[in-house]
């Protein structure tokens, strides 16, 4: 309660949102919408029906006297008080007004006051009526300020027909500028939108604009075409009723401000869904590195940098392979970046077409495979972004990270670039193919190849060392320098020239350390599968049963249920580190259904889970298939071919090589560390003692906070159709896999297409 003198003469009561019931003997009821509260005490009863808003504290205390000794019902009334049963009323104030004021936290005698002191102005755009705006502002109690008055409002109410109408900026920049903050709303549709509230200090619109037109990429090719600088327009879908809720909404948000209550649901958007009469709270996010409100260099000043590995102990018992933090952290940390309307990624959920057992998750579109990307065309087994595990938490954070990664590698335009051609750079500046490894016969047939093959295998034009282009610097942990690539290939854009940028070795981690080691074992695992498949070669078994984990025992019982068998065998190359791929098969009917997936760690173990967990990720395109060839969940030709055609009788490779002993954990020679540091280091050994250099770009996003890399190794394989002369050939030979190089026309003619 205010001080006493403030409050001479004004009634007291308990609060307006109280109903008071007695039950003599028993207790003091107080119901309200929030619950009951019972209140018990000697003098409870009697002083309670005198708490009826109707007396001052000095009457009352008089009229409670014969009964209740006036110290006893001051400290009573005093313990009301404390417990916000009890306060003084406004005259001035409805009931009904003053009781809902305190149910949001606020004194209903000052929110009234401010209501009527603090004026609200009215900005429309598009078809909104910003007149009847006013009118539903003044009907509520607030001071409305003229079109035009000059004298600065304390919100300025904006209402608009879509949030990425182009004039918000100006309108932001412009109130911003004055220190003036605004509300946002889209009364109108379906779904009305209400908030945020923007302040000089926190997000501007620039930065919730930049989420949304994520959420929106699928109309940037139309957009492109019509010619249209802003949303594309949609019809009106809303009723009479609905109209005047989201109205009325946000003009409830105006006054909730203004009153100063502050329950941080003015921080985001609260999008008001009439058709399912349900509502849902998205935050906002300030951007620091956005060009209107933030800094603009801090993506670049993050690329500049050198990348300097530092000491990251790991945490032990995680399943996920050797991180920094545990996956229910890495959950709780960036759970932020899901929502379909500023997030990221709309949804991470599990993939439910699975069989219990298999645990993989899906987090939204695949952004490296968006139109224009990779000759613009789409696959659908990489147009989600997943996530795998042999536990449902590991899958749901793997789906989260790797959406996370591909956000990140996606060009915003803040990337550092130098434009110049590859002969004017110098030797600092890489020839793309040194990394890409596209065959000159390859570049010599592409228009034929590019017709007939699927966005993964696409070849770009022949690199003209003369054409400037855009270039990206990229540290080299092996020589302690910045390189320099085309940033085409480095970040996901519409470059339609190429050279394009694929995923190889895109990695999150919960520390830049382990982004790292997941990014060069991901190279790593990629190499030495292309140099099985498109050689073709025989490969050991994996001893499952010499692993003992009780949940290869569990997965092995779920693929027999789908008529299903199931093998590894280990592609382990001249890095010494375990690569596995796992293979599955249908045995219950003639076509097989061959499904794979590959996995690569220090640790046997967990390369192992990774190649297992990794395969379920593509069942679902063919766990209902059935004899008479209906069920696939894809019918991409090349997708079909393989799953209606290949056998391994017609694709022995597939299979453990039978003059070869299986092999198991102690095979592998696995010295556990402690430090991912210590990894990156025998890392960077590795790829020092086959004459290459280790290099790191950090695409750590300042707004995802969550740490990005791309390592890149100029020489290893990607296992899509690229034949440059190199290690694809020599590598297998060396190894003693074959007895000499095969040709370049004997190499597997079926690109691996996942």
Known sequence: MRPEAEQAGRPLGFKPHLRLEIVPG??????????VTAVQGRYVEKLAP???G???????????????????????????????????????????AQAYWELAGVDGGEAEAALGRLPVAVVATGRIDAEQARRVCSASGLSVRE????????????????????????????LRAAGRPWLLAKPGGAQPWIGPVFQPEGACWSCLAHRLRGQRRSELPLQRALGINGPLPRPEASLAASRAMGLQAAVLAVA???????????????????????????GVRRRPQCADCGDPGLSAARVLAPVEPVSRPKVPGTESGDRALPPEQVLRRYRHLVSPVTGIVDAVRPDNRLPEGVNCYVSGRNLAMEPRTLAGLRSGLRSSSGGKGTTPLEAEVGALCEAAERYCATRQGDEPVVRDTLRGLGPQ????????????????????????????????????PDRPVDWTPVWSLTAGTHRLLPTSMLYYGEDPHGPWADSNGNAAGSSLEDAIVQGFLEVVERDAVALWWYNRTRHPAVDLDAFDEPWITRLRTVYARMHRELWVVDLSSDFGVPVMAAVSRRTDKAAEDLAFGFGAHFDPRIALRRALTE???????????????????LRDPELMSWWTGATVRNQPYLTPDPGESARGPADYGHRARTDLREDIAVAERMVRAQGMELLVLDQTRPDIELPVVKVIVPGMRHFWARFAPGR??????????????SAFEDLNPIPLFV
């Open 26 to 35: 028993e207790a003091t009821y107080l119901l309200s919408a929030q619950g």
């Open 50 to 52: 005198l708490l009826d």
């Open 54 to 96: 109707t007396r001052t504290l000095e009457r009352l205390l008089a009229e409670a006297e014969p009964q209740v000794p006036a110290a006893a019902a001051g400290r009573l009334i005093a313990d009301l008080a404390r417990a916000n049963l009890v306060g003084y009323r406004v005259p001035a104030v409805d009931d009904a």
């Open 147 to 174: 079109a035009s008055d000059t004298a600065p409002a304390a919100l300025t109410l904006v209402l608009c027909d879509d949030y990425l109408d182009p004039q918000l900026r100006a309108i932001d920049a412009g």
């Open 256 to 282: 909730r401000w203004l009153a100063g209550v502050r329950d941080m649901g003015e921080d985001g958007i609260c999008i008001m869904d009439t058709l399912a009469m349900k509502t849902r709270h998205h």
């Open 429 to 464: 500046a890489l020839h793309p193919n040194d990394c890409q490894l596209f065959d000159e016969r390859q570049f010599r047939s592409r228009e034929r190849w590019n017709a007939t093959h699927s966005a993964f295998h696409q070849v770009p034009a022949p690199f003209d």
């Open 615 to 633: 395969m379920g990720q593509l069942l679902p395109a063919v766990c209902e298939s059935r004899a008479d060839g209906s069920g696939y969940r």
């Open 728 to 741: 694809l050939f020599e590598t297998p030979v060396r190894l003693g896999r074959i007895a000499r190089p």
